[in-house]
């Protein structure tokens, strides 16, 4: 692959190496800008930035073309390569961490009510977007096994919480 690679020849990549752009439907991008000259998204983006505690990760928010899809986890593909090798030479886990892009998505309900919820209950917002954050690293294969366990705890209280809170309206 790499020797067709430097020759030109052709290019490869992972299918979901630039999923991103391929989910993408700028003809719903929310571009209103605000008073404060941002968009709905860039004010989405900041939060779930604050709220999730890795240096690595950067985060956008985008229109894509699938509502249902909250948000996709977008890696670089020669730095997931490099690990990738590193991996099968060294015949153990590669230490390598790819450059991962959090990509949220403006047209789903959850993203936007995750969002909204930041002013009610600003803890539980945050407990909520540190999760999607996990689920969407869990969907692309990048959550590790010694993550697991915080992952599951952390659903555990969320659900808790969410049900303690509709059993009070009830």
């Known amino acids: 692959i790499a ?20 989910l993408s439907d700028p003809t719903r991008e929310k571009s209103l800008i605000d008073e404060s000259g941002k968009t709905e ?26 509502n249902q899809l ?7 593909e020669e730095e997931r390569r490099m690990r990738d090798y590193m991996t099968k030479v060294l015949a ?3 230490h390598i961490k790819p ?6 998505n403006t047209n789903n309900s959850l993203v936007t009510a995750i969002y909204r919820a930041r002013d009610k209950d600003p803890a539980l917002a945050k407990e909520m977007a540190q999760g999607l954050f996990e689920l969407t690293q869990l969907a692309s294969h990048e ?6 366990g915080h992952f599951i705890e952390r659903w555990n209280s969320l659900t808790l919480a969410l049900a303690e809170k509709i059993g009070k309206e009830i």
């Open 143 to 148: 959550l590790k096994a010694e993550e697991m």
């Open 70 to 76: 909250p948000a996709i986890l977008s890696l670089s």
């Open 99 to 104: 450059k991962a892009t959090l990509v949220l």
């Open 41 to 66: 998204g860039s004010h989405i983006a900041a939060f779930f930035k604050q709220a999730i505690p890795s240096p690595d990760v950067d985060v956008v928010a985008k229109s894509l073309s699938a």
């Open 3 to 22: 020797k067709l690679e430097s020759q030109q020849i052709a290019t490869f990549k992972r299918l979901d190496a630039a999923a991103d752009e391929a």
């Open 92 to 94: 153990q886990e590669a």
